[in-house]
Structures are given as structure tokens and as C-alpha cells.
């Protein structure tokens, strides 16, 4: 099975800098299948992007994805004080299995 | 735009079996659009996938879960259902139903779910 292992842990950063945020497979994953969510304190996990690099509806611009076979980049530049929150990487892989990273806390500096 | 809901009592007994319904509304369960998965996360810890059921009945289970697991769907009360068998206190969490194809579009509120005698 493919393990998504997500870093840095925490981040901390200040509003308006840039933070990037980094996913790496295990082995190859196709870029359409990996998608990263946002969550917040007492909340469902949010859709942020998917197929690597597409915002979900409603995602502002500040928030992009990229990357390819065995590394993606969330980036968010320009961060707002609502951004402050855990964001997940995910995969969906053969025999319909879903595998989630262990998830990266940005939290302010 | 479609929205989930989770029920279900919040306590279950070591040993016993948990079972929840996430009721799905603002679109039907039967469009065939989605498959219908519940997710859940232990306090302070990440997510993790449980299973998947299609209308047609069809399910796809985490493998290390799936001898305790069974996923149902109702399409006539357009809600489907999680059993979870011989729970322990490794199975407290957030439990979350969701819509998913390759990724998970719609999500629940989320419910708590504690085992404990």
C-alpha cells in the first residue's frame, strides 16, 4: 500500500507569508488521484484541490497544488489569519483504497 | 449542493457493535454521481478511511477493518449505514460519511463516538 508521508509536521508562519506544504508517496501515484483538504478545529475536513493541482469550487487563488509521480506542493501565498489550520494529503490507489497523510498543522508564528 | 448528516448514539459498550446512519440530502443517493464513504479520526490524530458503498450495493472496505465492517445503503430513505462490530476503545473517534470518487466532495458535520462501559 502507498504511504503518504506529509512535512513539515507544523509549520509556523505569519499572516501574509508564503507557506508550502509538501506530500511524498510512498512509490508513483498518479497526479489525478492526489488531493489535498483543509481542516479546522472542530470541523469536516474541506476539499482544497484535486487531481494535484485543480481548486475545488469556491478555493481562492492563493492556494495551489502541484507536482508529479512521488512529490506534491500545496503552496499558499499571502497567508490569511482563516488559513491557520491542518491541511491533509490523500490518495486514491487500487482496490478502492484511500490513504490519507498524517496531515501538516500551520499554525501562527 | 449536497449535504450529509451523520446520527447515531454517542456511547456503545466494549464489545458491542456501532452503528450509524449518514442521511444525504439536496441530491439523490441513487444518481449513481458518487460512492458513499464514512471516514473517521481519533481525538488529535488523522483521518482514516473505513469504506465505501455504491447504490447498487456494491462495497470496498479498509482492509484493516474489514472483518469487523459492513456499509448498507437504503436508497429509499436515501441514507446509507455503518456497522462496526467487537468495537474497543481503539475505535473512539469522529466518525464522518462523505461522498467520494477519487476524493471525498461533500462531508458530514461529523459525530463522536466513545466506547466505554
Known amino acids: 500500500d502507498i504511504v503518504l508521508t506529509q512535512s513539515p509536521g507544523t509549520l509556523s508562519l505569519s499572516p501574509g507569508e508564503r507557506a508550502t506544504l509538501s506530500c511524498r508517496a510512498s512509490q508513483y501515484v498518479i497526479s489525478s488521484y492526489l488531493t489535498w483538504y483543509q481542516q479546522k478545529p472542530g470541523q469536516a475536513p474541506r476539499l482544497l484541490i484535486y487531481g494535484a493541482s485543480n481548486r475545488a469550487t469556491g478555493i481562492p487563488d492563493r492556494f495551489s497544488g502541484s507536482g508529479s509521480a512521488t512529490d506534491f506542493t500545496l503552496t499558499i501565498t499571502r497567508l490569511e489569519p482563516e488559513d491557520f489550520a491542518v491541511y491533509y494529503c490523500?490518495?486514491?490507489?487500487?482496490?478502492?483504497?484511500?490513504?490519507f497523510g498524517q496531515g501538516t498543522k500551520l499554525e501562527i508564528k | 449542493q449536497v449535504q450529509l448528516q451523520e446520527s447515531g448514539p454517542g456511547l456503545v459498550k466494549p464489545s458491542q457493535t456501532l452503528s450509524l446512519t449518514c442521511t444525504v440530502s439536496g441530491g439523490s443517493i441513487s444518481s449513481g454521481t458518487y460512492h458513499w464513504s464514512w471516514i473517521r479520526q481519533p481525538a488529535g490524530k488523522g483521518l482514516e478511511w473505513i469504506g465505501r458503498i455504491y447504490t447498487s450495493g456494491s462495497t470496498n472496505y479498509n482492509p484493516s477493518l474489514k472483518s469487523r465492517v459492513t456499509i448498507s445503503v437504503d436508497t429509499s430513505k436515501n441514507q446509507f449505514s455503518l456497522k462496526l462490530s467487537s468495537v474497543t476503545a481503539a475505535d473512539t473517534a469522529v466518525y464522518y460519511c462523505?461522498?467520494?470518487?477519487?476524493?471525498?466532495?461533500?462531508w458530514g458535520q461529523g459525530t463522536l463516538i466513545t466506547v466505554s462501559s
Open positions: 462523505a461522498s467520494s470518487g477519487f476524493y471525498f466532495d461533500f
Open positions: 490523500q490518495h486514491y490507489g487500487s482496490s478502492a483504497m484511500y490513504t
